[in-house]
């Protein structure tokens, strides 16, 4: 017997629906793109996080993995080029091409002095990728440091450089070698090591000093979830967190990969300038437990002068106006003094020899 019906119209009702049914089936299984996204991952992971399956030349941290830009499209999107019998075959698979996704940031590259030196894996782990404001300067200058030395990077901006090595220390190398955009200033917490040297303070390091409490609480005591140029003063003052300070480095939000040498980077009031032209925006950023930052926005104007571990004061370009003054009238007063002492020696001199010549017998 046949189970189909025979009408016309109940059939294609039928066909539809069943379609429909199906469909909508499959869209279900797909409908969680992040889940999909994660199950490909953990598969690949399996093996890749696993030094004893892959050793160490394909081994993926997964932690650092799960935490970059690169997790939340998934290891399909650059391996698609994969044999889809893989790991079964082993075979090598073209490279991914990034140029696929950053087709600007590739077109800006390749115009630069850097493009016949370095490829993009060079430079940059496809693994561990993160976007600007999730990473700290020292993991900016890590990328550099490979094939730049730093005694060199030194000696050749110590030309004309004041206190160079401390900004070295401080600053990315790409906030003055290429044309970044959206300077902010980003201050972190340090702890002091030997002979003056401060390292980033590690979550666990500011959880111990916040004794528990949420880490911020440690700069923003109301818990407003703003901090004032007053907090960040009272952090660096008080005794209970002696071996810590605040350190600003200066960053950029928006990072190209136009390497170039810019005279306007030799320009002091560049970085060391504030007042109602100031254009760094501030943020306190705090270690994450997973071992990534969080940022907080701060004050308008937080930058340097707030933070009381700069060497470096620009009269003028700084907000406080009483020191400026106290800096003028020394640099008057020195200047009186010397032009008086000076010309007193004058009067004296001219009254010895007007001395001289009326009185003939001295000479002889």
């Known amino acids: 017997m046949n189970a189909l019906p025979t009408h016309p119209f109940l059939c294609f009702f039928l066909a539809h629906f069943l379609i429909g049914l199906f469909a909508g089936a499959g869209f279900a299984g797909t409908v969680n793109k992040h889940e999909t996204v994660a199950t490909i991952n953990r598969k690949c992971l399996d093996c890749h996080g696993n030094i004893e399956r892959v050793g160490s030349k394909f081994l993926i941290d997964p932690e650092r993995y799960g935490r970059s830009e690169h997790a939340r499209l998934g290891c399909s999107v650059c391996h698609a080029a994969v044999a889809e019998k893989h790991p079964n075959i082993v075979g090598t698979s073209p ?37 600007p404001s999730e990473i700290s300067s020292r993991d900016m200058n890590k990328m550099c440091a490979g094939c730049h030395e730093r005694y060199r990077i030194i000696t050749i901006h110590a030309r004309w450089l004041p206190q160079t090595e401390r900004h070295i220390e401080m600053l990315p190398c790409i906030t003055c070698h290429t044309g970044s955009e959206n300077y902010l200033v980003s201050i972190y917490i340090v702890r002091r090591q030997e002979l003056g040297k401060f ?10 000093l916040a004794n528990g409490k949420n880490i911020l609480s440690l700069i923003d005591g109301n818990a407003d979830n703003r901090i004032s140029l007053a907090a960040l003063r009272n952090f660096n003052r008080n005794l209970a967190n002696a071996g810590y300070r605040l350190q600003g480095v200066m960053s950029p939000e928006r990072v190209t990969h136009s390497f170039q040498i810019l005279n306007n980077r030799r320009q002091c009031s560049f970085c060391h300038a504030v007042g109602p032209g100031i254009m760094q925006s501030g943020f306190i950023v705090i270690s994450d437990k997973d071992g990534g930052f969080r940022r907080v926005q701060v004050e308008k104007g937080a930058v340097m002068e707030a933070l009381y571990g700069k060497n470096f004061y620009m009269t003028g370009k700084m907000r406080t106006k009483a020191f400026d003054k106290v800096i003028f009238l020394t640099v008057a007063g020195v200047f009186s003094i010397s032009a008086g002492y000076g010309f007193f020696c004058y009067l004296l001199r001219k009254k010895r020899r007007s001395s001289r010549n009326n009185n003939p017998d001295e000479l002889a």
């Not at 630069?112 to 894996?121: E, N, P, R």
């Not at 390292?199 to 111990?208: F, I």
Request: proline share 4%.
């Open 95 to 131: 490279k991914p091409d990034c140029s696929g996704c950053h087709r600007k940031t590739g077109a800006e590259y390749m115009a630069s002095s850097h493009a016949s030196k370095a490829s993009c894996g060079d430079c940059h782990d496809p693994h561990r990728v993160n976007a």
């Open 199 to 208: 390292a980033l303070a590690s979550y666990d390091e500011l959880n111990r």
